[in-house]
Nanobody
Framework: VQLVESGGGLVQPGGSLRLSCAAS????????MSWHRQTPGKERELVAS????????NYVDSVKGRFTISRDNSKNTVYLQMNSLKPEDTAVYYC?????????WGQGTQVNVSS
């Protein structure tokens, strides 16, 4: 099982980034997917989640209207489009695959929002 995030980097406030998470080693379409983020000294926070077919999507209040989660089951990939980025969005972003008692995590990608 492997989840590989990409697309992080340094961006100015107000800018955009698109994170990708490529999955392999399991049946991607059967797993709910989510993005989480973590900063030093804080607990990991759920940012957005999407169900297997994309019919159920949820966001933490702080990113509603700015972030969009999506998935392409034909490419085994989940995305997080992040617009209007703020300094407080700075964190390591992780994707997670969930099904029943099974959770798989990626290694994370760093996002820095700074002028």
């Amino acid at each position: 099982v492997q989840l590989v995030e990409s697309g992080g980097g340094l961006v100015q406030p107000g800018g955009s980034l698109r994170l990708s998470c490529a999955a392999s080693g399991f049946t991607f379409r059967n797993y709910d997917m989510s993005w989480h983020r973590q900063t030093p000294g804080k607990e990991r926070e759920l940012v957005a989640s999407i169900s297997t077919a994309g019919l159920s999507i949820n966001y933490v209040d702080s990113v509603k209207g700015r972030f969009t989660i999506s998935r392409d089951n034909s490419k085994n990939t989940v995305y997080l489009q992040m617009n209007s980025l703020k300094p407080e969005d700075t964190a390591v972003y992780y994707c997670k695959a969930s099904r029943y008692i099974y959770d798989y995590w990626g290694q994370g990608t760093q996002v820095n929002v700074s002028s």
